[in-house]
RNA sequence: GUACCCAUAGCUCAAUUGGAUAGAGUACCUGGCUACGAACCAGGCGGUUGGGGGUUCGAUUCCCUCUGGGUAUACCA
């Protein structure tokens, strides 16, 4: 809210304490056509407790501000009470409220250093990062970002998938037909090839499949050998991962394996069986739940003592609960596993109710190729770094095309590779399926990562250009619409921030930022700043720089990278 | 079978969380570079918000139902 509508409010209910209880920030609206006003107080709930019409209303209350200078009109449009800021006035508060950063300290609050645990990307070990992974990963640390920037404590981990029988296959089929230089040397593409190449002997000889399962039976028993694989693939598979959180600026607090939490396990059932939750169904250990919740019950141990993939969820939850005292923890997933975890943050609650409100599935629907069905096993999935490495070689040809003569054409190629999948990820609602679409993606025009990217190019060669000056800027010479709309826009960014932390949507600030840049270009097209006379160019650039500080922020919340010339 | 999610312009998506004449991009058709970068700007075309009921001052939004699509549904993760 800011100093006009609390203006508003104050008068309001001022003169009307009976409305004191109805009104509130969320009551104003963006009046839909900005020829109304700049904001506007839709006085329908009013109606009821004055008895009156809403355009009775309305009339009523526009009376209050007959005398008021703040405003240059208020009018009343079909119960809608709109008011046009004082321009001038307006501009110095919005303006104001970014210099010396003082908006940014104040969102940077909003967290209260509240704890806020992020689980995502997850790739599981020894096999290839893929397109699968990519909107955990993105997600995931935008969020991180947002919440960060807000003033929360985020705390990311990568849940690793480093434990289960896929080892045994890997182990034994190495030991027949490999070695270790050879995989430590061809790295984790290999080890997806031999996995594939397991799958395809196993559909003949079946007896493969126990082979695989005593392999892992010796990892488990911390056999020499089996430990001396296993951490082999672990370090393949990192460094293949970290190359890629490296290009696309991911990182984690924590990064702990599934194989972390095995220690744990038999506590954690215990303490569920302490609380008399669980029970043999058919054999199995499992936590049932009561009708009202329509689920299937959680399995703790199969019928032959092993646990499964939940049992080690509750065991990770356990202990980032005590671990981080976390105020809430995300899991970035996919929706495919909704059904999982319901039933892992049921059991947390029937354990122990406060905590009810802590845990969150963040999903997210699916990305897909066309005419790509995944699978690991069949060895189709497309690798992420294959994908990030054709848009880079795609965006190269073009940069050829229009501008051959900018330095470090190849990093800056990938940079806006990076940044196109990156906003073709984030510029949809999170639940949406999106089918990759490489025309779309890498397109260069309109709603799309490069455009993004080059909006911030042309903001940047402004401010490069004006140099910086020591006058403070007289932004009375601010009197055009295309700056008017721009402040309005910027005025946007506090709530739009938090709004996607609320919500947990990267999507609201991409939005964000295509209206920035539209309202931005519109501007440009009709402003010149650069060869303006002194006072115009100042204030111009002024308010320029602001743009570039909002506009970059965005950027950085989003993981888009920023470029100066492209 | 059951549960959850999705359905808005030819296509991809928004819509201030129940508000004003449902908005953008793209595609298509016009017009604009002797310019701080035309990867841009201006204009045009395009809608029974999947169908039908209901709730109320008001529904793309909430409820019911039907249709179409997706996901999950006990010893994989």
Redesign the pocket.
Known sequence: MNIFQSLIIKKVTGAYPALKELVGA?LF?????PE?GDT?L?C??FSSVLKKS?AAVAEELRNLFEEDDSFESVTN????L?FKYRKERYIEYVCGSFEKNTLFNDIKSYGGGKTVVIDYSHP?VAKNMGIHNLRSTIIGQSIYNIHEFLGFKAVGVNHL?D???QFGKLMWALEEWSSYEEVENKGILFLNEIYVRFHNEAEIKPELEEKAREWFKKLEDNDEPALKWWKLFIKVSMDAYNDIYRRLNIKFDHITG?SFYIKFLDDTVNRLDERGLTEF????L?VKFDDSE?M??C?LK???G?T??AT?DIAAAMYRLIEFKPNRVLYVTD??????FAQVFKVMEMYDPTNKDIFRHIKFG?LSFPNVQMSTRKGNIVPLSEVLDRARDKVLD??EE??AD?PDKLQTADK?GIGAVIFNDL???R????EFDWD?TL?????TG??VQ?SY??IM??LE?TGSFDTIADLSLIKDEFSYDLIKLLEQFEPKVK?ACE?YEP??IA?YL?ELS?SF?????N?????EEVKTMQSRAYLINILGTVYGKCMDLLGIPKID??
């Open positions: 969320a609206e963006n009046p839909k056509n109304f506007a839709p329908f709930r809403p449009i079909n119960g809608y709109n599981n998938g434990w289960g029988t599934e169904s058919e054999g199995a499992v329509n299937p019950p399995l199969k019928s032959d092993a499964l993939y080690r929706v495919a596993q909704e059904l999982h699916r073009i940069i229009r501008n900018i806006i510029s949809v609602s639940i949406k399926n999106i779309k397109s260069f025009e309109g709603e490069p455009h080059y190019v042309r060669n402004i250009k709004q919500e999507s609201v939005n295509i539209k270009n519109r501007f440009y097209q402003n010149r700043v650069v060869g010339k492209m």
